[in-house]
């Protein structure tokens, strides 16, 4: 694994009460305690950017990823209806130019944080879909805030949705960057389509993923906040600009699809370990 703070830790971040943080520690024991019983670890992942950790696994570990739904296969596992019309909004992008913004299905802002962030995005003056879904703290900022900053930004300039297909966003020509909380799936997903990032994680391991992408990837570039903990919009500003002005960030994240989408091919890692887990199967 790489290097993370140690106050970063998966089990340290969770939690805002000792009680919440005692559940979380509680089902890593449950896990681990699960884990023995396992012949082998099936993980959404590829030997070409973790051999090493997975290396550390006692068990047979199975790296079967970046999974990924067919374009054409129904929704599943979504927590909310994905809002197709941003998919006709990107196709009047023009390539390259979108940054896409998404925070997973349990980060919540408070009023301050979601105000920075929409001044910062409209700072840039670069076309934005902003995903806010309906637990994302929006009605903290006021019935209307939301509807008033639609309009504002509205006409092409951006597009605020409460949900979106991600896989199919990330795979649009007219995306160029992704802001997110380094959950695993997203960070995958980006991956395996070339996505640059800019990294704003919350708790659990999105402190490792983050420190995959900046420190070991080199594919995308930290948000920081200030003294008060707030990340600005100016912050939010520069670090687009510097993330989107760096060729070799670019050339890494293309670098990185081409080897993700190398494991599921014929022959590759993540290939050859999905027969392995097939066979598995078939002798139980």
Known sequence: MPAVDADELPWSGVGKTPAARRAVLQAVIKTGAALALADSVVCNTFQEIESEALALIRKTALAIGPLEAPTAAPAAGHFWPGDPTCLAWLDAQAPGSVVYVA?????????TRIQELAAGLALTGRPFLWVVRPNFGADSVGDGWLDEFRRRVGGGMGLVVGWAPQQRVLAHPSVACFVTHCGWNSIVEGARHGIRFLC??????????????CDVWRTGVR???????????????????????????????LALKSAARASVADGGSSHQDLLRFVNLLREQ
């Open 223 to 253: 948000l920081r906040a200030d003294g008060p903990g707030l990340v600005t919009k100016e912050e939010v500003r520069d670090k687009l600009e510097r993330l989107l002005g760096d060729e070799g960030i670019r050339a890494r994240a």
């Open 103 to 111: 925070f997973g299905s349990l980060a919540v802002f408070d009023a």
């Open 200 to 213: 704003w994680p919350h708790f659990g391991d999105q402190f490792c993923n983050r420190s995959y992408v």
